[in-house]
């Protein structure tokens, strides 16, 4: 039977190997998700200016018209409220 020191010491190294070894899967997973990450990353999109659009006759505002089909339709839905 070993020493109490001996059993100590052999527990020390299982541990710190133990710990060496979550601490390099932990990498390599960390390292594996940046990777995947950045490989698969979304394309960035460029915002269109208005001659690339066809809407530079557009009229960016809203219509009157439909201001008031929306305030009528809120008010006719809180009169059956």
């Known amino acids: 039977m070993n020493s109490i ?4 010491v052999e527990s020390f190294g299982i541990m710190l190997l133990g710990m060496g070894l979550v601490f390099v899967f932990l990498t390599v997973l960390i390292l ?3 990777l995947v990450a950045w490989r698969f990353a979304p394309l960035p999109i460029t915002p269109k200016t208005p001659a690339e659009n066809g809407s530079a006759t557009q009229n960016q505002g809203v219509d009157p018209k439909m201001v008031a089909v929306i305030t009528a339709a809120i008010e006719q839905y809180r009169a059956k409220a």
């Open 5 to 8: 020191s001996e059993q100590i």
């Open 32 to 34: 594996g998700v940046k």
